[in-house]
T-cell receptor, first 112, second 116 residues
Framework: GESVGLHLPTLSVQEGDNSIINCAYSNSASDYFIWYKQESGKGPQFIIDIRSNMDKRQGQRVTVLLNKTVKHLSLQIAATQPGDSAVYFCAETTNRDDKIIFGKGTRLHILP | GAGVSQSPSNKVTEKGKDVELRCDPISGHTALYWYRQSLGQGLEFLIYFQGNSAPDKSGLPSDRFSAERTGGSVSTLTIQRTQQEDSAVYLC??????????????FGSGTQLSVL
């Protein structure tokens, strides 16, 4: 079936460096993509989203890139901080009436 | 309340017993989702309510699982005859459908279910 998945289950990054978390999706009909951050013991929190008519969107210290040709999504975090330690999930949906499907997640570990 | 509220936060039950998990979404949010998260795993979709439409139950793993949403607000997820493999964190999320697009999900902190 259709799925959203991630290339790396765990990513270790030096504090201050940039982090790049990748996600591959297989449903070509998906037109809305979202990144969520989940800290230990909490529910996921929205970070940033992007629609299929865009290839890049920037937020505060975060950038999401979408490449529909290869069905690839990435989250870039600039100047990674200890507070960025969490599990990051990408998610997709096909339209506003469809369910939102999450990938398996990548754990981001910040090295001091 | 200000956010999505789930209760109880922790539930320990014996195999074979029924459990009910409650979700209070953000007021005015028309969409409500239930997800299951096993230890160290991703979010597994269970069920989705959107306004007055029939719920999307395609993610429910067996007929032991059911959910309802009363009055378009509070939702209850019921697991009958619980099994040890049901042990997980059950997350509820809600969002506002603006009529143009589905807005971002707001998650509760989840219910940690442990089946002994």
């Amino acid at each position: 079936g259709e799925s959203v998945g991630l290339h790396l289950p765990t990513l270790s990054v030096q504090e201050g460096d940039n982090s790049i978390i990748n996600c591959a999706y297989s449903n070509s009909a998906s037109d809305y993509f979202i990144w969520y951050k989940q800290e230990s013991g909490k529910g996921p929190q929205f970070i940033i989203d992007i629609r299929s008519n865009m290839d890049k969107r920037q937020g505060q210290r975060v950038t999401v890139l979408l490449n529909k040709t290869v069905k690839h999504l990435s989250l870039q975090i600039a100047a990674t901080q200890p507070g960025d330690s969490a599990v990051y999930f990408c998610a997709e949906t096909t339209n506003r009436d469809d369910k939102i499907i999450f990938g398996k997640g990548t754990r981001l570990h910040i090295l001091p | 309340g200000a956010g999505v509220s789930q209760s109880p936060s922790n539930k320990v039950t014996e195999k074979g017993k029924d459990v009910e998990l409650r979700c209070d979404p953000i007021s005015g949010h028309t969409a409500l989702y239930w997800y299951r998260q096993s230890l160290g795993q991703g979010l597994e979709f269970l069920i989705y309510f959107q306004g007055n439409s029939a719920p999307d139950k395609s993610g429910l793993p067996s007929d032991r699982f059911s959910a309802e949403r009363t009055g378009g607000s509070v939702s209850t997820l019921t697991i009958q005859r619980t099994q040890q493999e049901d042990s997980a964190v059950y997350l509820c999320a809600s969002s506002f459908d603006s009529g143009v697009s589905l807005e971002k999900l707001f998650f509760g902190s989840g219910t940690q279910l442990s089946v002994l």
